[in-house]
């Protein structure tokens, strides 16, 4: 599972609203864990509406232990780097296809998400 939201900008709103997406499209007896570093909209109670969802917090300036930095690294790398858009909306559906191309391969979402210091448990 992969969910995301592209948005012009971020704050509080738009991270409640994304987190539940996340919840929403989490399986019934499943659980999901989001991995948030210091953002201003990462405030600690964003994720206290929905009980399928714990956010486990980073501390500062730690982003190799955000998973999500390796992900828009390989995004850049293989679909976003060295274009240019022809207006908003191409940005959104280039980005848009840049996200659907990371999903396609599960073993690849997996194996870049993992970390040492926490479990995936499929």
Not at 46 to 59: A, C, M, Q, R, T
Not at 61 to 86: C, D, G, K, M, T
């Amino acid at each position: 599972m992969g969910e995301a939201i592209v948005v012009p900008w971020v704050n509080k709103d738009i991270m409640i609203s994304h987190l539940e997406q996340i919840s929403k499209a989490t399986e019934q007896s499943r659980h999901a864990v989001v991995i948030m570093d210091g953002a201003s909209w990462h405030s600690d109670d964003i994720g206290n509406e929905f009980n399928n969802v714990s956010i486990i917090k980073l501390p500062p300036y730690s982003p190799e232990l955000n998973p999500i930095e390796q992900v828009w690294s390989w995004l850049r790398q293989h679909y976003l780097a060295n274009q240019s858009f022809n207006d908003y909306n191409d940005i959104v559906s280039q980005v848009c296809r840049a996200w659907n191309g990371f999903l396609e391969c599960s073993d690849r979402v997996t194996k870049m998400c993992s970390r040492d210091w926490i479990e995936l448990i499929s």
